[in-house]
């Protein structure tokens, strides 16, 4: 019989086996008291189903982690608006997960922060809309500004690892520097500059918040010198502004290769925005385990390996590396989710990436008034 | 005490915005840190899993001569360590 096992597991070799879900995103909840324009949530996410319940999230979680998950993200929406994040979080804690709570800081007092340091929270993003007053409240449509510098404060009095994170587009690219020293003074270990990317309320808002070229280089060379000069130990992670780019980002490192993220309503994506791509079912914690979401289900087998590829894609040397980019990009840009993330310069598409990164070079750019992140906007086509 | 000079009394431990756990699914030992994670191969693991602020380098050396019935190895695990402390994963006498 020996035999036989050696030909099954041939077989079984033979097929492309993902590795381990190693980074387990949850978005608790939509909710969320800011309308920041450039959230990456879907536009309809006030149609989305009832929320998970806190033994969902708990099930999921048990089972990710029996899967290899270990990096945790909480997210949203607005994490904290969650009244059970304290028990999700000591679950997480005492199965082995590095937990991130990924916040705006609105909600974060100190009682609720004492008690999350107790539950085994690891570490704090927190997010700001610009290094000003007026460009913070006004980009997340709140008045918060003051609020968030309380935050960072009980971040620090607990003893936290911060990630200080702010999206960056065209109304506030040009005070990076600003935003560097703002990090540094609240004593944050990490500053994530995040170019924008445009999914969601971004891509709605897309003409409005593209920097221009001049400002991405600005912005870049501000960075540069920063970094040089640091005289603290305080580390600058920077999403690439990919409609500058000649080749298209390693998105997700492939998709359903690490990464896994269960929506508010329990939908099991393979990206944040992977919910738009046509034609592919994504499954549900509510009705599947997490092993046969991962390793059976045809939302997470889709994209995996390169049988999906179109070219140039197909035949490009540079597969390997970059996986054609971003299927969420190549739909929303060419309507067709198999072709070539049009950043690349090789992409026959390439043009409408050229052309949108040019449109702001147009001084009438700001003409049209940002749409912000809301349930009546979200209910509107 | 400055922890940029490293020799033999020195006592590492893991900075303490690094977690250093075992992952059986990988294998392997990993650090872990805000929104990311190193995967450690085998002798990196075993030299970071003795660095617990109380044993000095010369005892952790002496300690992994023993488990692995070898000599000679204090040299690869200096440089190591000395990596280690520029990347951050470690700091001398807490």
């Keep these: 019989m020996a035999g036989d096992e050696s030909v ?61 998950s270990v990096q945790l993200g909480l997210s949203g929406g607005e994490p904290l608006a969650r009244e059970d994040l304290e028990v999700i979080v000591a679950e997480a804690h005492r199965l082995g997960f590095y937990i991130n709570l990924i916040t705006s800081g609105v909600g974060l007092n100190e009682s609720r922060i004492r008690a999350l340091k107790a539950a085994g929270l690891d570490h704090i993003q927190l997010s700001f809309q610009d290094s000003s ?13 003051d609020l968030k510098f309380k935050a960072a404060a009980l971040i620090k009095q607990y003893d ?43 891509w709605r808002n897309r003409r409005q918040l593209m920097p221009s070229r001049q400002q991405v280089e600005r912005a870049e060379d501000v960075m540069r010198r920063f970094r040089e000069r640091a005289g603290r130990p305080m580390r600058i992670y920077f999403v690439v502004p990919d409609y500058f780019e000649r080749r298209p980002k390693a998105c997700m490192n492939g998709l359903g290769s690490i990464f896994i993220v269960i929506t508010p309503d329990g939908t099991a994506l393979p990206c944040h925005a992977a919910r738009m791509l046509p034609g592919v079912e994504f499954p549900n914690v509510r009705s599947a385990r997490m092993a046969q979401i991962w390793f059976e289900s045809a939302g997470f087998n889709h994209f995996r390996g390169d049988d999906w590829m179109k070219e140039p894609c197909r035949s490009c040397p540079e597969k390997a590396r970059d996986f054609g980019g971003c299927r969420c990009q190549a739909y929303l840009l060419t309507g067709d989710a198999a072709n070539a993330d049009p950043v690349c310069d090789l992409s026959p598409h390439h043009h409408l990436v050229k052309s949108a990164a040019a449109g702001a070079e147009e001084s009438h750019a700001e003409e049209k008034p940002l749409i912000f992140r809301s349930i009546s906007a979200s209910l509107t086509p | 005490m400055n922890d940029r ?73 200096m440089a190591f360590l000395i990596l280690a402390v520029e990347k951050r994963w470690l700091v001398m006498n807490p």
């Design chain 1, 8 to 68: 099954n597991s041939e077989l079984v070799e033979a097929h492309f086996k993902p590795g381990p879900p190693l980074w387990l995103l949850l978005e608790l909840t939509y909710r969320c008291p800011l309308h920041c324009a450039f959230c990456y949530n879907p536009t309809d996410f006030a149609r989305s189903g009832p929320e998970l319940t806190t033994e969902d999230w708990l099930r999921v979680l048990r089972e990710a982690r029996a899967l290899g």
């Design chain 1, 160 to 202: 936290f690892p911060m990630v200080l994170n702010v999206v960056l587009h065209r109304l506030n690219i040009d005070h990076v520097e600003e935003i560097l020293g703002m990090a540094d003074r609240l004593g944050a270990e990490y500053v994530e500059l995040a170019n924008t990317q445009y999914y969601g309320w971004a």
């Design chain 1, 133 to 145: 007053r007026r460009m913070n409240d006004f980009l997340s449509s709140t008045r918060t500004f």
């Design chain 2, 5 to 77: 000079s490293i020799d033999a009394a020195s006592r590492p431990a893991i900075e303490r915005h690094f977690r250093l756990q075992w992952e059986s699914v990988q294998n392997a030992h990993v650090l872990l840190y805000p929104e990311g994670m190193i995967k450690l191969n085998g002798s990196a693991g075993e030299i970071l899993k003795r660095c617990n602020g109380r044993a000095t380098i010369a005892q952790i050396i002496a300690d992994l001569e023993d488990a692995y019935t070898t000599t000679g190895i204090a040299s690869s695990v």
